[in-house]
């Protein structure tokens, strides 16, 4: 088995290579690369399954770097994953390729909704929802998840006292970045019901989908619930499940003709078509060898969470969300009663751990610090040292 453990150990110093997490660390946290712990952007510090620079070496072999004719191959493939590991039966000619999703969010702004218009989201949640949101003129409409427990819920009575009627879309994130919920069917379908009350397009992003970790509950499609097919866009991507991110793919499914027909029509008049490398790597990740990997990914993100958990649970005042899906920690720093200055600095300048800030995701996140644990189970136990030894008063 080519994808155990020791394939995830392997330290791959990405430092000099043009890479956010490690290169851009110093300017964008304080941390320096020299002995610092990249913890932050959303990739992770792992080799995608071996199918993929196989697939890229025969293009380089062949040496001529001419248009495809189309992406076809890619898109049988995407159907054939949603099936397999969903349960989720699309039809390939209701798929459409866009420059990753955070492209593909904005196209649907920019199809479904005009300036000014309101846009809602469940908050916390993924920074780059509200960045494009914002940058295209549109109104982000937060709606703060509520807490049961030590996991984050909606609270849509107080959702439905929030809209004034000018929301025209709902940007889901499913599973949740950055609390690691896997919303459960009901859940899914009082969140349909709601865009239903508002006349809101659904926007799902399930680009966390495949990352739901031993234990969880199943992740449930938007698309399978009842009733949806006429107000719903799903987002989905290889990249954040192998690791690819650099790489810009980005899956759009629209089962509904009249929307897909608002979506290639717009494609059409920005002069968007798939290039050439990008469907080959995704074909090329979404294969057995792929599953395999994403097995032994699966695996091993299990046993650093395990690791990262219980080192945050021996720190007074400290809680880790449960992680359902995602390697994604999202922790609370509240019950040490101290300042976000106080624990960021602590974390940042103390640990030498790179993080995202919880403001950075919206209401409700300025408390946390998110803390990416796909990186190898040395780096995560090293981190957790730090972060005993930076608290180490409260103990
Ligand atoms: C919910 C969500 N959507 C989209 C992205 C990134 O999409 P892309 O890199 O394809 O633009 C991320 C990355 O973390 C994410 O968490």
Redesign the pocket.
Known sequence: MPYESAFFDRIIDRRGTNCQKWDGMAERCGVSAEDGIAMW???MDFRPPASVPAALQRMIDHGVFGYAAGDAGMREAVARWMEARHGWHIDPGHVFS????????ALCLDIWSKPGDGVVVFSP??H??GRVVRASGRELVECPLAHDGDRYVMDFGRYDAQMTGRERILLL?SP???GGRVWSRAELESVAEFAHRHDLLIVS????HDLVLPGSPRHTPTALLEGVEDRLVT?T?P??TFNL?GA???QVTIADARLRAAFAERLASLGLSPGAIPPVIAEAAYSDEGAEWLSGLLRYLDANRALFDEAVAAIPGLASMPLEA?Y?AWVDFAGTGMAAAEFTARVEKEARIGVNRGTTFGTGGETFLRFNLATPRARVEEAAERLRAAFADLQ
């Open positions: 952007v959303a990739d866009t420059d990753g999703l955070v492209n593909a969010v949640v993924y780059a929802f994130c949740h970045n950055p992003d399930e680009i966390h987002l991507a990249t954040k991110a810009h793919i980005g995602t994604l």
